[in-house]
C-alpha cells in the first residue's frame, strides 16, 4: 500500500510559478510511474503529466508542455511537478498518482494509488 500527500498548491498570479510535491510513503516508490492529474470545477479528471521510474521517460499534455516540469527523487520518494507561467485556465485540484508498473501511462485508470489533492488557483 502507498500514501500520497500533495503540497504546495495555492493562489497565484498569471504568469507565476508553483512548485507542487507528493510524498510517498512505502518502499515501492522507486519501482513506480508517477503521474500528475488535474480537475477543474464541473470537468472531468485529465492527465498532465507523467514520469516513470527511473525519471528518463516523460510525457506531457500538450496543454503544459514547455510550462511544466515532472521530476522525482527516489531516494526520497517524492514526485514534483514545477509549474511556471501559470496561466488562470491552469485552475484545478491537482493530484499526484502512483502506478504498480515501472513506465508510463496517461489513463488515470491506470493508477493505483492517489493523493487527496492540491487546489491550484491562477488569477488573472
Known amino acids: 500500500q502507498v500514501q500520497l500527500v500533495e503540497s504546495g498548491g495555492g493562489l497565484v498570479q498569471a504568469g507565476g510559478s508553483l512548485r507542487l510535491s507528493c510524498a510517498a510513503s512505502?518502499?515501492?516508490?522507486?519501482?513506480?510511474?508517477v503521474g500528475w492529474f488535474r480537475q477543474a470545477p464541473g470537468k472531468e479528471r485529465v492527465f498532465v503529466a507523467a514520469i516513470n521510474w527511473r525519471g528518463d521517460s516523460i510525457h506531457y499534455a500538450d496543454s503544459v508542455k514547455g510550462r511544466f516540469t515532472i521530476s522525482r527523487d527516489n531516494a526520497k520518494s517524492t514526485g514534483y511537478l514545477q509549474m511556471n507561467s501559470l496561466k488562470p485556465e491552469d485552475t484545478a485540484v491537482y493530484y499526484c498518482?502512483?502506478?504498480?508498473?515501472?513506465?508510463?501511462?496517461?489513463?488515470?485508470?491506470?493508477?493505483?494509488?492517489w493523493g487527496q489533492g492540491t487546489q491550484v488557483t491562477v488569477s488573472s
Open positions: 498518482a502512483t502506478r504498480k508498473w515501472s513506465n508510463i501511462d496517461t489513463s488515470s485508470s491506470e493508477y493505483d494509488y
Open positions: 512505502g518502499r515501492t516508490f522507486r519501482n513506480q510511474a
